[in-house]
Every structure is written in structure tokens, then in C-alpha cells.
């Protein structure tokens, strides 16, 4: 049977305790006892439906985390504070001094940091590969390797990861394939195809309304428990935790995750051919000149399309600062970072979302200065959005 991660979410049900359709949320940061020996054993973790301190657990937390455990198809989840307090407890808790990471060198400017600049106080080393080559992967797979780490879709050069490929050389070499997959969420499930962790910034889509930071870490019962542990588990002693205020309004804008996924991708899809017929240079999964469109296909979930994140190359940076802010001063997004909000957001990741990335690397991997990262919004008349979007282009002489 076909995997229908929103289907999984939809058939949740949780009910308030006055039997509201919405869990009601537990406004409390600790929680009382009958018997002190119950106390002990919950500390302990050994006491099922008992809760001692938020930073451990709350109801509301297990709610959204069970939902996006539904939606990845994993046996549980931990929700946390953001995406990078999702990444780094995962990363730590897997790899000890001495170890070593293969990770993709087209990820998000904040996780290429923390592996680049500080996991080597930790002496744990990290070599950056082109994802998409295999054999370069394998070869640069060493005795201390532990982990392979990647993006489905990477952040900003949309290079898609062959998620099956690589879980077959992550068994082959006992490794943990980890997969942050916030660019394409129902859209890939990276399980099915052979990950062994997946993590989401929920700040993006899944959450969609830019009101929030949150993270997840979908995984097995074992591995959730080892980063809950509290006497050496990364997300327990790190304390990126979620409130649970928030995760009870991030699992609300979860349930509508796939209509939004929806309208993204056809936004996306919509303005991605447009913009290539005009003779742009976009690069766009769902572009049949995309180098990895056969393999997103072959991965995808079929009905959430290709996503909402496209990008083109304006020439340079000059011409990129200008686009934008014309087409903001229009209405036609903001230009902001982040993604995955109602509005068009596009932002130049050269100098912003990747400017930890230094200019030599930026250059070898293809992020070059004219490039603007688009977050198609769910705009209801995308046609007019173009026509629009056209007029600037044509007034700033890029068309
Ligand atoms: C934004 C982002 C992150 C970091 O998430 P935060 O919630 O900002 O901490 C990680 N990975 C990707 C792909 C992202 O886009």
C-alpha cells in the first residue's frame, strides 16, 4: 500500500479533557505526585503517562510529536525549540571524539557552521561532499564515519539527495543516514526510503505562519528515548525545548499542511516554467532541465508536487538587491529569509541565509551572487503574480 503521510495525521484523535476537538494544553511547567515513589520512577522514565518537568515532556509536545512521527512514518518524535536544536542533539548524541561525518556541502549555512566551526572542539570532523555523486561519497567514507547527513532537497541549490543510494551505502557501512527534509515535507518521506532519522525545522512549512522557530527529530522508540535520557541524552541536557503553547499551535497548522504543500507546489511549478520559457535561469525540481527531476519523481509522494522553493540567477548582486525590493515595494513577497509562509518570501543567500558558507566554497558548489531563493507563497492567482513579476523584471532590464 502507498504511503499517505497526510492520511496518518488526519486519522490522529485527540480529544480535550472537557472532550474539545483540539488536546487541551498543559500550561504547566511541573506536576504533582500522589506518591513520591511514582516521582522516582517517572524521573527515571519508567512510569508511562506520568509527567515530571516540561524540559522531559509535556502532553501538548507529545501531541505534535506524534503527529510528525505519523507523517514520517517513524515510531516516534521529539519536538524542540528550533531546527538547529533538532540538528545538533542528533549530531552529538550519535557521534563521540574521534568520530567522523559525511555530510553534503549544499545544506543549511547554520548546520555547514555548526559541523565546519565547532563540532571540531569536539574533535568530531566532517568532510563535505557533492551528495549527488555516490561514489564520491562512499570514497570519503572512513573507519570513524558514523554518520551521513544530508538534505532531501538542499538549501539553497534545491540539489536533490538520492535518499535510497545512500541508506543502501549507509548499511553497507553501518552508518546513521540522517535526513533534514524541511524543504519537502509529505512531499519525500525519507523513512520509506531507507533513512534512519529525519528532522524538520518547523519553522518553515510545516508550521507556515512565520510566527514561530520549532524543530523535530522523527526516529525509532530507541533513539528518541537515548535523546531524552536524562543522564546522557543530547536533547534533555542541551535544553532546546519546545513551550508547549507553541507546539499545541504548530500541530493546528499541521493539519492543513497538505493543502498548503499543494498550493506551493503549483505556485512554484507555475512560475518556475514561466520564468524558464522567458529565458531565466531557474532551477526548479520540477523542471524536466532540473539534473535530478527523474530522481524527486521517483521519490515523491506524488500529489504534493515538487515544492515550493525555487531559484533563479538574476547575473549578479546588484541586479538580485534590485529585483527584490522592486517586487516588494509591488506586493509580491517580502524580502525576508526563511520559507514556507502564506506570502512569497525571497531572499539573495549569498550574502544572507548561506554567507557562513566563505566565498571560495559558495563558488565551487554553484551559489553565485545573482541567485535569489524563492519561497512561492499561495498566492490564489498566480498568473497575475507573474504578469507582475515580469513588469519588474523587464523594468530593471533583466528581461
Ligand atoms: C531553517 C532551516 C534549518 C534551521 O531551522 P531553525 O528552525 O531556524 O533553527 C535547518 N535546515 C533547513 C533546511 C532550514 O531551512
Same mark, same amino acid.
Given at each position: ?19 474539545g476537538v ?44 506524534e503527529?510528525?512521527?505519523a ?5 516516534t ?16 548524541q ?11 556541502r ?9 559541523l ?5 572542539k569536539?574533535?568530531i ?10 561514489d ?9 564515519t ?23 551505502l549507509?548499511?553497507?557501512h553501518? $552508518?546513521?543516514? +540522517?535526513? *533534514?527534509?524541511?524543504?519537502?515535507? &509529505? ?5 520509506? =526510503?531507507g #533513512?534512519?532519522? %529525519?528532522i524538520?525545522?518547523?519553522t ?22 537515548? $535523546?531524552?535520557? +536524562?543522564? *546522557?541524552?543530547?536533547c534533555m541536557? &542541551? ?5 508547549? =503553547?507553541? #507546539?499545541?499551535? %504548530? ?25 524558464e ?12 532541465s ?49 520559507l514556507?509562509?502564506?506570502?512569497t518570501l525571497?531572499?539573495?543567500p ?8 566563505p566565498?571560495d ?11 535569489i ?6 498566492d ?20
Open positions: 500500500m502507498k504511503f499517505k503521510p497526510a492520511n496518518n495525521i488526519q486519522d490522529l484523535q485527540y480529544f480535550g479533557e472537557f472532550g483540539n488536546p487541551s494544553i498543559s500550561d504547566s511547567s511541573t506536576y504533582t505526585f500522589l506518591s513520591a515513589k511514582t516521582m522516582f520512577d517517572t524521573f527515571e522514565g519508567n512510569a508511562d503517562g506520568c509527567y515530571l518537568y516540561s524540559r522531559h515532556s509535556t502532553p501538548s509536545n507529545l501531541y505534535l510529536g503527529a510528525l512521527a507523517m514520517e512514518g517513524t515510531e518524535a521529539n519536538v524542540t525549540a528550533s531546527g538547529m536544536g533538532a540538528i545538533t542533539p542528533v549530531l552529538l550519535l557521534c563521540d571524539a574521534g568520530d567522523h561525518i559525511v555530510s553534503s549544499t545544506i543549511y549555512g547554520g548546520t555547514y557552521a555548526f565546519k566551526n565547532f563540532t571540531p569536539l574533535n570532523q566532517t568532510t563535505f561532499v557533492d551528495i549527488t555523486k555516490l564520491i561519497v562512499e570514497a570519503s567514507i572512513t573507519q570513524n558514523k554518520v551521513l547527513y544530508c538534505e532531501s532537497v538542499s538549501n539553497p541549490l534545491l540539489e536533490v539527495a538520492d535518499i535510497k543510494g545512500l541508506a543502501v549507509a548499511k553497507k553501518n $552508518l546513521k543516514l +540522517v535526513v *533534514d527534509n524541511t524543504f519537502s515535507p &509529505l512531499s519525500i518521506s525519507p523513512i520509506k =526510503l #533513512a534512519d532519522v %529525519v524538520h525545522s518547523l518553515k512549512f510545516i508550521n507556515g505562519s512565520s510566527d514561530t522557530v520549532g524543530g523535530v527529530v522523527c526516529g525509532t522508540q530507541t533513539f528518541i528515548d537515548e $535523546l531524552r535520557n +536524562v543522564n *546522557d541524552g543530547a541536557l &542541551l535544553g532546546s525545548t519546545m513551550d508547549s =503553547l507553541r #507546539a499545541s499551535s %504548530v500541530l493546528k497548522n499541521l493539519r492543513t499542511l497538505h493543502i498548503r504543500m499543494k498550493q506551493h507546489s503549483s505556485n512554484g511549478a507555475f512560475l518556475a516554467e514561466k520564468f520559457q522567458d529565458g531565466i535561469k531557474t532551477v526548479y525540481p520540477g523542471l524536466a532540473h539534473p535530478s527531476h527523474k530522481l524527486f519523481k521517483s521519490m515523491m509522494n506524488e500529489e504534493y508536487g515538487f515544492g515550493g522553493m525555487l531559484t533563479i540567477d538574476v547575473g549578479s548582486l546588484e541586479k538580485a538587491n534590485e529585483l527584490m525590493e522592486l517586487m516588494q515595494h509591488k506586493n509580491l513577497g517580502y524580502l525576508a529569509v526563511s514556507g509562509f502564506y506570502k525571497f531572499s539573495a549569498g550574502s544572507s541565509t548561506s554567507s557562513e558558507i566565498e566554497e559558495q563558488k565551487e558548489m554553484g551559489l553565485t551572487d545573482g541567485l531563493r524563492f519561497s512561492i507563497g499561495l490564489n492567482d498566480i498568473e497575475r503574480t507573474y504578469e507582475e513579476m515580469k513588469k519588474c523584471m523587464i523594468q530593471i532590464g533583466i528581461l
